[in-house]
């Protein structure tokens, strides 16, 4: 087992094909002339996320086969959601085999988007990592895990979710108008005509708009929170509730501008969509 984990290309063969995790991106592993077998050997790792170029350059910290081998970041990675980190795997002997540990240490991005996104999505991101590296052992040895997989697609699709109802939220609390010009379209009047029989409708409008925004993007934050931590392992109690949350937000949402026949209905079907795909993947645990 070792041999084959010491194989740094394929150690990292997740990285090497396009997934949720890296948005579609795909990752070129490269080595020294002692191929990340030996203290000092340098590995680095390449590719492009969205249109955007990362990188990363690894020195192997300590290797002593057939029991270990660590290794860490050199300089400052070109990363999104964590920053310098130290990884690696222990081998030790156990009844009728081996056990393998894997784990990752690291710290958040240096500036604020970057740090942004690794407090949100970092954790989400290593225990993935991690859990891929013993996922393709199992595949390869037939090995068991002590833990369920995770459910990482359902993970992202649901912290997209989140995001969106953030970004809602403030769109709310700081940007929408107290009327949208379909608003008195539907009540068959003018905006002249509203802002005439009940002048101190916008100032009122606006405040409960406030309020409304707020509790979105307080939802929007709590399921973020349930994508990077629960939805990340196997829950079944997760499941009902985040069906539920998503009846009650989004669906109704979506249902309510139907009915009104918004301007923005069918943009409002798209979040409706990405939580029924969420919900499918936590029910078939993908």
Request: glycine share 12%.
């Amino acid at each position: 087992m070792f041999a084959l984990l010491d194989e740094h290309a394929r150690l990292f063969r997740h990285m090497q094909r396009p997934s949720l995790m890296t948005a579609g991106g795909v990752f070129r592993v490269e080595t020294d002339g002692l191929k990340g077998s030996a203290v000092g050997s340098v590995i680095r790792m390449s590719g492009t996320v969205l249109g955007a170029a990362l990188s990363v350059e690894e020195v192997v910290t300590e290797y002593r086969p057939p029991a270990s081998k660590f290794w860490e970041t050199a300089g400052q990675p070109r990363l999104w959601v964590v920053g310098g980190y130290r990884m690696g795997f222990a081998l030790s002997p156990r009844s009728g085999g081996s056990r393998l540990t894997v784990f990752i240490d690291y710290r958040l991005p240096e500036g604020g988007v970057g740090r942004l996104f690794g407090r949100f999505l970092g954790g989400s991101y290593a225990r993935w990592c991690t859990r891929r590296v013993l996922e393709d052992a199992v595949s390869s040895f037939g090995v068991t895990q002590e833990n369920g997989g995770p459910n990482t697609a359902a993970a992202w699709i649901m912290g997209a979710c989140g995001v969106w109802l953030i970004g809602l939220g403030l769109y709310f609390v700081c940007l929408r108008p107290a009327l949208l010009p379909e608003d008195p379209r539907f009540m068959g009047t003018s905006m002249e005509a509203i802002e005439s029989m009940v002048p101190g409708l916008k100032g009122w409008l606006r405040n409960v708009f406030i309020v409304m925004g707020g509790f979105m993007a307080a939802c929007g934050v709590l399921v973020l929170h349930l994508a990077r931590t629960v939805f990340t392992f196997r829950r079944n109690v997760t499941t009902g509730a985040f069906v539920v949350t998503g009846l009650l937000t989004v669906a109704l949402m979506s249902a309510m501008n139907f009915a009104l026949h918004s301007d923005f209905r069918w943009i409002l079907l798209a979040p409706v969509l990405l939580w029924l795909a969420g919900s499918a993947c936590l029910v078939i645990r993908r």
